[in-house]
Each structure stands twice: as C-alpha cells, then as structure tokens.
C-alpha cells in the first residue's frame, strides 16, 4: 500500500503548485492606484463625456457589458428588477433623465416642468410637457404624445400583472392637444410627479389586454440610442444601433453586447481577461482584486441609502403591538447610545476597503439630500454615559443589568436578539464587529440570522421585521431620493406599522411621531419641491433625534470598466448606461 | 416481458402523483414567494402587492393551486413562468438543447475514457497504472467542481495566452463567440473548459465501476474454464469478462441519464453556459412555482422511464434476469 500513498503525495503537490502558480496571472505592473471616480455633484446636468478635449470620439466597434442577474422581461410595466433598468436604459427614453448629481434633464421633454415656465399648474394638479419634435421609434413610426397616453393606459390596464401603479392611479386623464404637448391631468395631487413616465413605450406595442404575451416583452421599441437584435435566455442580450436615433452621428458604437453570466465572481473573471468591457453592480469589498487587474478601473457614485441596523421601538412579541414601548430599546437614550457605541468606520476600513463613506441617516443623497444631518459619532465614552443615565449598571461579567431603567424591571440583562440575512459574508463580519463595539460598552447581542427570504420577507412568511419579534435587524435599503414621499411614509409613517391588518407595512422600528405623519401629510399636497424638500428634511431630523435605526455605510456599488470605455460617467441615480449615445471606445 | 413493461408503466402513474403533491407541498413550503422579491422595495406600495397576489393566482387556497395545475397539465398545459410570463415548455425548450450538448459529450467522453481504464486497472491490478488512474479518478471527483472550474478559467482563460492573437487561449464562458458566425472551431473551443470539468468530476464513479466490477468477473469459474481452453488473453477479457462486468456500470448510466437532463449547475454557473440548472435554480430563487414544478416533474418522469429501461437492458445481458 505504500506506492498508491506515494503517488498521491506526488500529485497533490503538484496540484498544490498549479493552484499556488494560478493566482497571480495579473502579476504585471500593478495599475497606479486607482480613485473610486465620484463624479462631483455640479449644479447644471454635466457635459456626458469624460474624454480628454484631445481625443475626439471614434464611431464604431462593440462593447460587451456584463450583468449577473437574467432580466425576467423587457417590458417596463412588468418589470421591476434593477437589472431590467440596466437593460433598458439603452432602448427606452423616458421624459426626464436623472443625472448623477439628482437632478433631471430633459429626454423626450424639451424642458423640465416647473411652476415658473408653465409646466406644472398652481395646484401642481396639471403637468404639461413640450415634447422633442421629430424623435423617432425604432421602428420608424414617429414619437407622438399619443404613445404618452398610452403608457398610462397599458399601465393601468387591470388583470395583466402590472407591477407598479403608483402616481399612475392618480392620473386622471392624459390629454394630447396637439402631437408634442402632453397634458398630464392628476386627480389628486402626486408628488413624484417627476418620476412618473420615466419610460415611454410606443402605441405599436400591442393591445395592453394582451400584454403578458407581447413579443414587444422580449424585443421592445424604443427612442433609444440601440435596439435590441437578439435576446438569448440565461446568455446574452445583443443591442445594436438604432439607425433613427435623434441626436446626429450618434450614437458612437456600433453594438453593444451584454452578458448574462450567473454571478458576479464569473464577471470579475471575464473582466480580468479582457473578454468583457464593463462589470455591472459589484461590491466594494472586491476592490483589492480590481485593483490587481491591469487596465481596469471601477467608479462608485453615491447612491441611496445604504446598510442600517433597524431597532425594534415596540415591545419584542409576535406579532408586535406598536403601542407598548421595547424594554430595552424603547428608551431614546439606550439606542442614541447603541449607536454611539459602533465604531462605523472601522467597518468601512476592515471590510469595505475603506472606499464607501459612512451613512448619515435617510435622505443622504441627490436633490432632497438633507445635508445638515451628520453620521452619528463614534464615541465610546458618550455611550456608557448615556446607558449608565438610562439605568443600565454593569454586572459582575461586564453586561449591563436594568437598575431603574424607564421600561425594564430591575434586573434584566442588557441582551438583544441581532438577526441579518444569513449567507452574506460581509454582513456576517459586520455583525462580529458590531457585537465586539456593544461588548465594549457593556451590551450583549446575540446572532439569529435567517435567510433573507425571511428576514426580508412577508408577513406570512413570518418575517420577524413585519412581526416584530426581534431586537435589532440589520439590512441594506433606501428612500428614492428622487421623489422620497412614498419611500418615507413606507419606512416611518404611523400608517405603515406592520400588523395583521397591514401586513406589507415597512415601519420596521415601529416609528410614529405625529409630527411627523402631519409634515408627511402636507408634503403629498405640496408642489414646489423646494416647500417639499424642507418638510423632508424636518421629518429626516425628527427621525435622526429618534434614532429608530443605526445608520452604518452607504451602499456602495461600483462599476468595473475597461479602460478602452470613453465618454461614460457613472452615476448612482441611473443605470449604467445613462448615457450611452456618448460613449467609444479607445 | 411486455406484461411486466405495462405493469411498471401504471405502477409508474400513482407514484408520479405522489410526487408531484409531494413537490408542490414542499415548493410552498419555500419562505418567499414570487413576489418577495417587491418586499423590500420601499417604493412599492402595498396596494400593489395585494393586487399582484390576485392576478397571479396567489390568493387562491393552495389545494386549488395544486388541482388547477394537475389539470392544466392532464392537458398538456406545463403553465406558465410567474415572472417572465412566458410557458414553461418554452422556458425548458430554450435551455434543454444547451444542457443535453454539453452533458452528452462529456458524458460520452467520460465512458469513452472510463470503461478502458476500468478494464486495465482490474487486469493489471496494483500495478503503477492501476495506482495513477485511481489516485486521479478519485481526485477528480473529491475536488470541489467549483474550485476547479475558477482555476480552470484562471490558467486557460486568465493566464495563458494564445500566442497567435495575444487574446485568451480558451473562452472563460458561453456556448459560443457572440456575434461570430457559427463555426465548429468555436462551438468545440468554448466546450473544452466545461466539458473537461464534467468529465473529471465524472470519470471515477465509471472507472471504479467498471474495475470492481471486472475484479469480480476475473475471479469466477468460467473465466479460468476460458483460459484453460487456452483462449487468448484478449479474447477472454472482452469476450467472455466484460458482458458481465459490465452490469454495475449499466445500472449506475441508468442513473445517470436522467440527471444529464437536469444540467450540472456549478458548471453552467461557472461557464456562463444557459442550461436547464441555471433555469432550475433561478426558478428556485424566485419562487416561479410553474417552471419549478416543470422541471421537477421532467425529472422524476425520465428517473422513472430509464429505471425501466435499465431493467430492461439487465434482462438482455444477463439471462438468468427474467422479469415474471
């Protein structure tokens, strides 16, 4: 028996050496160390292209994007994947384009309405968009204000399985009097406004009665700068030019290729051997990788919201009743100390690369960005002051123990339940570095991680952060800082508490403030956004000095791109492909 | 003969029913939903979600669910995928032919390599062949497919380079060059990578098959009686040892075909390749009870029909096999 030992010591070793040799094919001149590219927030919509003056755009050649998600359709009214959008962005205009720095240009639009150039009625109940004049379909048909009128109807068509009705049930009529005037008519006030007709499909699509059948669901028509060739399911999607696209000699690539692989460590590959172009949507912990691959650069622009540890306000039953207060967490004090007590940064730094900024609270990004709220401190001393005044006392092992605490009789040990989505390693670590932060000040937590079907998920589900039986539940989301109505009155209205009677309630903290309801109210029927981006930020400092959540990072995607890509500016309020017509290749 | 096939066959129609209630059971068991994937879209009203859950079907009670699907099918109708709302047979008829490209070949490699080095490994037992071919077959199998997939990429894809156009020496993914003209040149070059990782992972359940098998076979009365007779050596193994030695190995390629229908996940999901295991898989993500249910029963109805054949197949290679 001692031959086959022998041979199998002799081919280990070399297996051993092949895996060991394999790591480092990107040995070469390790790439100068690369800036995550932000793009600076200017007031006016920025000039798309980032090519030096020097080289003029080249016409022509193919670029091969890769997403790692299959987009289930094409169809806008069905659909609302994030990886859908990224698809999209190339074939389909909407009225307005939202820029990196969160404001709007004007796409099909001419202009973005306002109070002051006539678009928006007094009421804010009238909204007039001036249409581009001669914009064709792909097809050739022209863009007309009647394909406006129809996106509203086939949205609102019942039975087809629409995703998303939201402001388009508030539409009343949509008027064309005269093929570039759309007059858009509310019922009731609606104030995303803005955000509604973010994509507009051609009349030629289909009886809307038909819509789960369309084949416009797997080949759409657009106004966009590509259409699509062929869409091979669970592989790839080929876009080539659209020859009636509006703007002259654009856009500049002939075709644009985009890869459907199964996960992003495939596209990371793919991208170190050149094979793809551009990576879509990857985690900054990742970077250090990128970092090794030579002639690739990545760019994480801010974006919305981000990882936040939700902390139940309402006392730990299933289901929850929102009227009687956590023990615990149910006094201000305790959890302004919690979050005190988290060392955010070195979260940022240990697991992150140090490259996404830490995340002050909700609103933190684009137009109703309210920048007078800062993250919260790290700041130790502060939180062990703050637990010792709330009547929390050290024990004999170091965890705090109730002694005339607001909600908890004497004695209770200062022990939360911290529950995340299981499988993802850097929550995971995050949680390790939580729970060392809350030793330090003498609080205990205990992990119960679940799959984020779970955790996230419904009520029937028996998703603790509808029920309500948990302590802390850690996960990433955002307000659309586009529009945040919807987004705030999900998170933090009184309306929106989880329970048997509202089980697609989103008010995790069991947050409720009437002030806040009351400003959240009054912003539904206030047109100027100006007006509305006060209120905002009153209800996002009323939130902030309650501390129903601690704030962590920011999310922090990045793209991966190829060097060779020019003319492409990332932008974390749009996809990808935002600006697609401008982009070449080098 | 015929009697036992039509037996098999209506035994064969209860036990498809059990499954089916067993899998549907187990797929609503599944926490989510089609529509978890709204849940935390705080811009999603739920309003939406309710509406959703009706025109999807969602609110109908479960057992219904169940009854509505069986009949639909009775009638030929596979459903159709809650989330790309297109059937299902269209879903499974765009991934099959990928799968069953790559399973076949490598599966055909595999047994094209396996069955020789089985034979040589029993008749030249604890020789330095019989050694490096086991060693190998059993690690083969014991590495992870998805480690040695990454690592295949890395040397072939990401290392080497191919010295006449400075570009990748195989494709790191994909069935093919997209948007190249179809050739064989590039369909065989994206199936090397791939191919070769499933016939690795593969090759040493065969080989071990196939020696033990013959071990056995060299060992019996009828073997020593052939080369008394002075038969050759050849001729005594192919001739007389294989038929027999051969039986293990049929009842586990039983086995095995029904899975090359299902697609080897981690390879297509290393590969990039758009087969029937990416298809289960994403179903399983997001609940999409139809394609789930599709494939599922697929599956269990080809387990069954090759358990069959493979009896069947015993019966013609062994005489003494004889089903009453």
Known sequence: MRKPILFLLALVALLVLVACAAPEPTKAPVAAPKATEVPKPTAAAPQPTTAPAADAPKRGGKLTMAIWQSPTTLNPLLGTQTVMNEVLIYILDGMLRDQPDGSRAPNLAKEVPTIQNGGVSADGKTITYKLKEGVLWSDGAPFTCEDVQFTWQARMTPGVGVASTAGFSDVETVECPNPTTAIIKYKNFYAGYLNLF?????????????????????????????????????????????????????????????????????????????????????????????????????????????????????????????????????????????????????????????????????????????????????????????????????????????????????????????????????????????????????????????????????????????????????????????????????????????????????????????????????????????????????????????????????????????DRLQGWIANGNNSMGWNAQNWWLK | MTRYILRRLLQAIPLLLAISIAVFALMQAIPGGPLAAYENNPNIMPEDLERLKDELGLNVPVHLQYFNWLTALLRGDWGTSLVTQRPTLVEIGERLPNTLYLSIIAFVIALAISIPIGIISAVRQYSWFDHVMTTIAFMGHSIPVFWFGLILIIIFNVTIKNPFTGGPLLPGGGMYTIGATASLEDRLTHLILPASLLVIHNLSGHVRYMRAGMLDVLLQDYIRTAHAKGLKERAVILKHALKNAVLPLVTIIGLEIPGLFNGALLTEVIFSWPGMGRLFFNSIERADYAVMMGVLMMSATLIIAFGLITDVVYAFLDPRIRFE
């Open chain 1, 198 to 562: 973010g994509t507009i499909i051609p009349k030629s699509a289909g009886d809307p009665k038909n819509m789960k059948t369309w084949a416009y669901n797997r080949k759409p028509i657009g106004t966009g700068p590509f259409k699509v060739q062929e869409w091979i399911a669970d592989d790839h999607i080929t876009l080539v030019r659209n020859e009636n696209y509006r703007e002259k000699d654009k856009p500049y690539l002939d075709q644009i290729v985009v890869r459907i692989v199964p996960n992003v460590d495939v596209g990371l590959q793919l991208i170190a051997s050149g094979e793809i172009d551009m990576l879509w949507s990857i985690t900054l912990d990742t970077t250090p990788q990128l970092d090794k691959m030579p002639g690739v650069k990545y760019s994480a622009p801010p974006r919305d919201g981000g990882e936040r540890i939700f902390m139940n306000m309402a006392e730990n039953k299933d289901p929850a009743d929102p009227t009687k207060p956590h023990l615990i967490l149910g006094d201000v004090k305790v959890r302004q100390a919690l979050a005190l007590a988290i060392n955010k940064q070195r979260i940022i730094d240990q697991l992150l690369s140090g490259k996404v900024a830490p995340l002050p609270g909700e609103l933190n990004n684009g137009y109703f960005a309210c920048t007078d709220i800062k993250p919260v401190p790290y700041d130790v001393a502060q939180a062990k002051k703050l637990l010792d005044e709330a009547g929390w006392i050290a024990g004999a092992d170091g965890i705090r123990v109730s002694k005339g605490a607001k909600y908890a009789p004497d004695g209770t040990r200062l022990r939360l339940k911290y529950s995340t989505t299981s499988g993802n390693k850097l929550r995971e670590d995050a949680q390790t570095l939580v729970m060392q932060d809350f030793k330090a000040v003498g609080v205990e937590a205990y992990v119960e991680n679940a799959p984020s079907s779970v955790v996230i998920g419904t009520w029937e589900a028996n998703s603790p952060r509808r029920h309500g039986n948990f302590d802390l539940v850690e996960y990433s989301t955002s307000v659309d800082s586009l529009e945040p109505i919807g987004g705030l009155i999900n998170t933090f209205a009184t309306s929106s508490l989880p329970s048997e009677k509202n089980k697609g309630g989103q008010n995790v903290s069991r947050f409720s403030d009437p002030k806040v309801d009351e400003l959240l109210k009054q912003a539904q029927t206030e047109p100027d956004p100006a007006k509305r981006k006060t209120m905002y930020c009153q209800v996002a400092q009323s939130v902030h000095n309650a501390y129903p959540a601690i704030y962590l990072y920011q999310a922090g995607n990045a793209y991966a791109y190829r």
